[in-house]
């Protein structure tokens, strides 16, 4: 099977432009393609699976990757997606931002001389004079097309700004570039990204009078229709730092049964032949195919010694030994106690367990929470610094654990 074949059965493609000649392309390693990542935050998120292996994928078949960095494109913000505007960064976030995208992809895609390339396009949008920019471009663009595109329909109905009005010329001008510049004649991306990368297709061929290509990619989304990714409302990140290996683990650990196949079929590396016999996995094994999900992805992201951490924490808590080392921690001093102790409340905020104390206080009275398998039902419970020293394990809902220590 080759590797287009392979990415129609693993149902990674939603649209293409001309589908014969996609396929020849990359069938044959002669594609030369691009996918932004806009600096939006400071770490790549569980969302960008879908571009980073996808990228993967089509270097191992001998195609040529460019990941654009949109250090350019941030200032302007993307409106696909949203009903708000998003916020304004700085110059020095984005670039910031940049850089830590640059070593989470490095992780993923093998970079260098004759390999992938990583490109920002601030080097170009930031020095373009916009009469100029205007002159050159602005007749290649159909305001009536532009307002029907899907990108901008839902801002719409709350307000388009004219910021964002302009993303959808900024993205088809770094097709335009890389076309002349870097030899690139495919754009891959979200397919939620179909009207502007279709804008980017339609500028080359005005200009050029030539030919790219553009394919989407399919959104990773749960039985519900939701983006997944994202965990009681916060993102999932690749970032250690922000979302543990743990964490990380658990979130995939914890997938819906009726998910679980879809994610394996689309995030991971496992040969097809294996993915077909899993596909007839019911019951308790659904939750090995979990397990195997989890391990998996954590090991791409954080590396098999961190996955294996992970895998025998879980295992370790669900098979009732809490006291695993490498159980997500919250170490605790002196100076956080208040008459030397702390209430149930604030940790539960502390760890994460909970966003909010009133949210901790819901999960409290409907009786959610526990330390040490044991129900809290008391809002103003404490624990005293001798109970602390000794460790507690908090636990919301079935699958969330901390462990709570003073040092």
Known sequence: MEIYEELVERGLIAQVTNEEEIKSMINNGKAVFYIGFDCTADSLTAGHFMALTLMKRLQMAGNKPIALIGGGTT???????RTDMRKMLTREDIEHNAECFKRQMERFIDFGEGKARMIN???????LNYVELLREVGACFSVNNMLRAECYKQRMEKGLSFLEFNYM??????????????????QFGGDDQWSNMLGGTELIRRKLGKDAHAMTITLLTDSQGKKMGKT???????????????????????????DVMKCIRMLTFLPLEQIHEMESWEGSRLN?????????????????????????????????????ADMPTLELSEADLVDGAADIMTLLVKTGLCPSKSDARRNIQQGGVT???????????TFRAEELHDGIILKRGKKNYYKVILK
């Open 75 to 81: 200032m302007i913000g993307d409106p696909s997606g």
């Open 121 to 127: 396009n601030a080097d170009w949008l930031l020095n």
């Open 169 to 186: 010329i900024m993205q088809s001008y770094d097709f335009y570039y890389l076309f002349q510049h870097y030899d690139c004649n495919m």
């Open 232 to 258: 009681a409302g916060n993102a999932v990140w690749l970032d250690a730092n922000k979302t543990s290996p743990y964490d990380f683990y658990q979130y995939w650990r914890n997938v819906d049964d009726a």
């Open 288 to 324: 090995q195919a979990k397990e195997i999900l989890a391990y998996e992805l954590t090991a791409m992201v954080h590396g098999d010694e961190e996955a294996k951490k992970a895998e025998a924490a879980a295992k370790a808590l669900f098979g009732g030994g809490a006291g695993s």
């Open 371 to 381: 330390a040490n398998d044991e129900k809290i039902s008391d809002i103003s419970k």
